[in-house]
């Protein structure tokens, strides 16, 4: 069965140090992938999306990816962190032929000063 | 960009309530989308339109029912609330490539409480 899995319920960061958020998808052919992020009170907004092409992709804000095929695997990383990058990030699969996207659990980033 | 608009933030109902809960949204999209969110468990599909007057199921539609009577708006229809259906509410849209391959458009969400 299609799924995802975000094995980090809650992470905390120095502000300024770099972020690695870890994305696993089962999906039985080539997946679309999204990253999306949550600020409190607020609807998810997309961060970076891939389809094809090349693995490492970039997205708003800063924040990149890199889809990894061997490995299931879709992290979100960023060099550096601001504070306000401090949010609920969610990882999510999608397809085609009517298949629907599906999420993951949600990772939430903690940043101290 | 595209704004998808939820009346409304915040709500508080009792047991037994039908509950309305709408969405419209701007961008001419074809798709719309309502999830719940509740914490640990993520994004859960509840129904899902293509167009106007369809509807399918998602994976939890058990205690809700949709409305989609213009293509721009999309209401999610509690029939009897229960306090198991308090949670955060979102409206998503997105474009005709397909359900799972384009990106969604949330709106802010709805916080709907049941007492």
């Known amino acids: 069965a299609q799924s995802v899995t975000q094995p980090d319920i809650h992470i905390t960061v120095s502000e300024g140090a770099s972020l690695e958020l870890r994305c696993n998808y089962s999906y039985g052919a080539t997946p679309y992938l999204f990253w999306y992020v949550q600020s409190p009170g607020q609807g998810l907004q997309l961060l970076l999306k891939?389809?094809?092409?090349?693995?490492l992709v970039q997205g708003i804000k800063g924040f990149e990816a890199e889809f990894k095929r061997s490995q299931s695997s879709f992290n979100l990383r960023k060099p550096s962190v601001h504070w306000s990058d401090a949010a609920e990030y969610f990882c999510?699969?999608?397809?085609?032929?009517?298949?629907?996207?599906?999420f993951g659990a949600g990772t939430r980033l903690f940043v101290k000063a | 960009d595209v704004k998808v608009t939820q009346s409304s933030r915040y709500l508080v109902k009792r047991t037994g309530e039908k509950v309305f809960l709408e969405c419209v949204q701007d961008m001419d999209h074809e798709n719309m989308f309502w999830y719940r969110q509740d914490p640990g468990l993520g994004l859960r599909l509840i129904y899902f339109s293509y167009d106007v007057k369809m509807k399918e199921k998602g994976d939890i539609p058990e205690g809700y029912s949709v409305s989609r009577e213009k293509k721009e708006r999309f209401s999610l229809i509690l029939e009897s609330a229960s306090t198991n259906q308090t949670s955060m509410y979102l409206c998503a849209s997105s474009s005709l490539l397909g359900a799972g391959n384009s990106p969604l458009h949330f709106g802010n969400g709805t916080r709907l409480t049941v007492t």
């Open positions: 999510a699969v999608g397809g085609t032929g009517g298949f629907k996207t599906i």
């Open positions: 891939y389809f094809s092409g090349d693995t």
